[in-house]
């Protein structure tokens, strides 16, 4: 089924472009924005859809709550947390069977390795190894890519997605079933393909993913799962599993639930309540405990015994022999944290640029350019990474340092894979008992995994050398940075904390030397290398991410040391304070880059200079509050617009007249009916301060439907207007056609008032395109004998029955009759939407859009009529920007041409300066 992407842009567009649009949308290319194709934007872009995150208050919809009882309500939050905890343990199922199939990938791959090295090292033909993980890894890379290619979304690590997701952008197909099976198999390959990538981010959107999808208890891909059960079918409650699901997945990949719920608070979500946290804190705990039982199982332990709570284990830090650090080491990890955000700074800007490249040039191409990409940094990095180890590691005897920890049980079986995690490769001790055994420090962590990498980074004493973590450094910051943003799964918080655990390793050395040159500096002589090399992954991590308060928790709660959380802390806020004076967050970056209409939580600077009257569309496509379905299914045709407001207009005599003292409107009601099957009826509208607006139809004119809606031509039902005093005729009363009128439309009078006539649009409400389209599936309409009253009624929970996915009108067929016919619209719109006055300044637009989350905001000026529109598009960054700089240039343009006409002085001491066009003082 067809989807609209570019519903949010109220532009005015011709039929050319809109046919455009509708060819290009048949055709399954992403709809690019007119706008900015027009202004010549080198990187290709899309305008996004938002979410309805209000509440539509129609008919059907009170009536639907009408309905409710107290034990419903009951039911409804006893589900809400029944759901959260399914999502919780299903995300830490998928997370178990993400971990295990990792491992065997890995054992597959380096089992055949070691069994060709081990024929040809004595040999000297290692080359015949390296083909072998070239095969693997490439193979690999191809089959991660060639998953992104069915669901282009799938790429990446999924946060900034989720993030837009969650602020309330329409990403299109970022919760689908077949987008999880493209990240969760996805990252399979991509991390044991040998990429400097990690799997906890794709774990978070899996999370998400699993989130919305268990929450609808339904799928569209598999239609037989159906469970009737309509209740948080709805953006605004699919907005909080998701959440939910996020947390989940960010406590699944570092056994940090709390931190899960941090998470999605600082990074994630814009819209929180306190029920919500405690809901998804339950869900977090729930997916810590999923994977731990099952993960467990697989280390020796017996099915209940939990002993493996995360994807992540970064070991014990806390030792009897020395202290993790002291108040002097903290100068130290404040300058870390100064180094760690140049380095990230450095990491995005790098990064940006080979972003915009690969936008600019490969995703233009087609997907065997984006699949070629992927095995072309496969092969690159096993090449850099076997070439490192050969040529460039250090083969360090084991008898001069201590391969496990101090403070390890030798009787642990974990110590043993520990000691067993040191690589041998390339060294004169290989394959020979006899020998002093050496082991190759460069292919112990190049050719391990970098979970287990980054343990030996965190507790291996005195093993790596300077020359070995530098250009470890090196090199993965450059492929880091070619890695991300690839076409395949690609997580971001495990490679920077393995190059950031390296640069704090490194650091540590150097003050270990500095320390034995100078035996006076004795808080250097109780170093621990695993505190700096925990402090360098934090400073590095918060340098290219911008996070504080959720990643100091997950990093305490991952590594089971709460000493830790002051350096932690304060290494992050050194990092994201120097980071922030260069550039963004990478996500934020990467959002900016794809010009998602993402909201901050803040306006931009210096915005009071504007009001709603500079950022509105004025613009309208509006129709009338019975309208011919012809005319509807014209205006679905013509625009992609994804909400229409609902009018009647007005001549200028005719709007009421207000005190000057007077600042606030009222948008009179137009009626309502008591109940589905009832008659129609009318309410009265009833003012003090507004004259009555009397009807003489003798000097009466007609006004016809807007079958196009912007031109006035056609036909439907015009209201009279809703004056002062002035009580509204019923309906059917005054449903009485004349003869000549039978068969062309209905006419109903309107006063003839003194003066040139305006057509002004008196505001009564606001419709959805998919309402629309929902009227039109069902047969929402009715003739003119019959009457508003022969106009079926659709319930609320029909009219969202194909939710998330509804048809779209080229999917509904109408013969010539039924387009003839007449559609009530008045029901079924949202009669009390959140408005704004045209004369609001721009932060309280800003806010009041963002806070409540809308997708529209008509504005509205005295009386009730209404100006124009505010969309998501409209209040971005970008825009607002240059809609400042435009009003700031009109006004000096307005300035130098009053200066212009300027009359001439005969004050002799005033003359003119022709060349500057001022006036100047002779002196």
């Keep these: 089924k067809r989807e609209w992407y570019v519903c949010c842009r109220d532009h005015q567009m011709s039929l050319t472009e809109s046919d455009h649009l509708i060819s290009s949308e048949k055709s399954g290319a992403s709809l690019t924005s007119t706008i900015r194709r027009r202004k010549g934007e080198e990187l290709p872009s899309k305008d996004y859809d938002s979410l309805d995150y209000d509440v539509c208050y129609n008919v059907p919809y009170k009536h639907m709550v009408r309905d409710y009882k107290k034990r419903t309500y009951y039911h409804i939050q006893l589900m809400r947390w029944v759901l959260v905890g399914i999502i919780g343990f299903s995300t830490g199922i998928v997370a178990f069977l993400i971990d295990i199939s990792v491992k065997e990938l890995f054992k597959l791959k380096y089992s055949a390795f070691d069994k060709v090295y081990n024929m040809t090292f004595d040999q000297g033909r290692v080359v015949l190894g390296f083909l072998v993980l070239l095969g693997f890894n490439c193979l690999f890379g191809f089959i991660a890519s060639f998953l992104i290619t069915l669901e282009p979304v799938a790429a990446g690590s999924g946060i900034p997605e989720i993030k837009c997701y969650l602020n309330g952008v329409k990403v299109p197909h970022v919760t689908r079933l077949t987008t999880l099976f493209s990240k969760g198999v996805g990252v399979l390959f991509s991390v044991a393909g040998g990429f400097l990538v990690g799997k906890e981010g794709p774990m978070i959107h899996s999370g998400a993913i699993i989130g919305a999808g268990v929450s609808q208890l339904r799928s569209m891909f598999f239609k037989f799962i159906n469970i009737p059960y309509h209740y ?153 990474v076997f070439i490192a180890a050969m040529l460039l590691g250090t083969c360090v005897p084991e008898d001069t340092t201590p391969i496990v920890p101090c403070h390890v049980n030798l009787d642990d079986p974990n110590t043993l894979d520990f000691k067993n995690e040191t690589k041998t490769y390339f060294c004169p001790s290989y394959g020979n008992t006899e020998a002093t055994p050496y082991y190759n420090d460069m292919a112990t962590l190049l050719f391990n995994s970098q979970e287990k990498a980054i343990k030996q980074l965190f507790h291996q004493t005195g093993a790596f050398t300077l020359p070995t973590l530098g250009i470890l450094f090196i090199v993965y910051f450059l492929l880091a940075c070619w890695t991300y943003g690839a076409g395949i799964p690609s997580g971001l918080f495990i490679p920077t904390l393995l190059i950031g655990a390296a640069y704090g390793r490194f650091v540590a050395i150097v003050f270990k030397y500095i320390a034995g040159a100078a035996p006076s500096l004795t808080f250097l002589t109780n170093l621990y290398p695993g505190t700096y090399a925990l402090i360098g ?83 309208l496509r509006y129709m009338y509050p019975i309208t011919r379905v012809h005319s509807v299914v014209r205006l679905l045709r013509t625009t992609v617009h994804s909400a229409f407001v609902i009018v009647t207009p007005v001549d200028t005599a005719s709007v009421p007249q207000r005190p000057q003292n007077v600042s606030d409107r009222h948008v009179p009601q137009l009626y309502a009916r008591k109940s589905f099957i009832g008659g129609y009826s009318t309410t009265d509208f009833d003012s003090d301060t507004e004259e009555d607006v009397s009807v003489d139809s003798s000097s009466a004119h007609p006004y016809s439907v807007n079958q196009g809606g912007e031109t006035s031509y056609g036909t439907t039902v015009i209201y009279p207007p809703l004056g002062s005093e002035a009580r509204l005729a019923n309906l059917s009363a005054s449903y009485t056609l004349p003869e000549s009128s039978r068969g062309r439309g209905i006419q109903f009078a309107y006063a003839e008032q003194k003066g040139t006539p305006k057509k002004l649009l008196l505001f009564h409400g606001i419709i959805l395109r998919s309402q629309l389209v929902m009227l039109l599936k069902n047969k929402a309409f009715f003739s003119e004998e019959e009457g508003p009253e022969g106009q079926e009624e659709i319930s609320h929970v029909e009219l969202t029955a194909d939710y998330p996915r509804y048809p779209t009108v080229f999917d509904i067929y109408l013969n010539e009759t039924e387009k003839n016919m007449l559609m009530d619209l008045s029901l079924y719109m949202n009669p009390c939407p959140y408005t704004i006055s045209n004369q609001a300044p721009l932060p309280q637009v800003f806010n009041l859009f963002r806070t409540m989350g809308l997708r529209h905001l008509p504005v509205i000026r005295d009386s009730g009529i209404v100006v124009g529109i505010i969309t998501r598009h409209d209040l971005t960054h970008e825009r607002l920007h240059s809609i400042l700089d435009r009003k700031k240039q009109l006004a000096r343009e307005d300035r130098l041409r009053k200066k212009d006409t300027c009359r001439p002085t005969t004050d002799p001491r005033l003359i003119v300066n022709e060349d500057d066009d001022v006036f100047t003082r002779q002196v």
């Excluded at 959440?243 to 979500?269: D, N, T």
């Excluded at 709660?557 to 120097?578: C, F, H, Q, R």
């Design 232 to 384: 948080f079918r709805s953006d605004r409650d699919k907005r909080d599993f998701v959440s939910s699901g996020a947390a989940a997945g960010v406590a699944a990949a570092f056994g940090a639930p709390i931190g899960g719920v941090l998470f999605s608070l600082e990074e994630g979500s814009s819209f929180w309540n306190q029920s919500l946290t405690w809901r998804t804190l339950f869900c977090s705990f729930s997916s810590t405990f999923a994977l731990n039982l099952f993960l467990s199982r697989t280390i020796g332990l017996p099915f209940g015994l939990l002993g493996a709570p995360s994807l992540v284990d970064f070991g014990i830090f806390n030792t009897e022999e020395k202290r993790l650090w002291n108040a002097y080491h903290l100068i130290i990890f404040i300058a870390m944290g100064v180094g760690g955000g140049l380095f990230g700074a450095l990491f995005n800007h790098i990064n940006t640029r080979i972003t915009e490249y690969r936008m600019k040039f490969l995703h233009r191409r087609r997907r065997a350019w984006r699949i070629g990409e992927a095995v072309l940094i496969a092969a690159v990095t096993t090449t850099a």
């Design 537 to 619: 992954a934090a400073s590095f991590l918060g340098g290219v991410v911008r996070m504080t308060i959720s990643l100091t928790v997950i990093l305490i709660e991952s590594t089971n040391e709460i000493d830790y959380g002051l350096p932690i802390m304060l290494t992050l806020m050194v990092a994201k304070w120097v980071g922030d004076m260069f550039n963004e967050g990478l996500y934020d970056i990467h959002i900016e880059i794809k010009q998602t209409p993402l909201l901050g939580w803040e306006p931009p600077y210096n915005m009071d200079r504007l009001s709603a009257t500079d950022v509105m569309n004025p613009t």
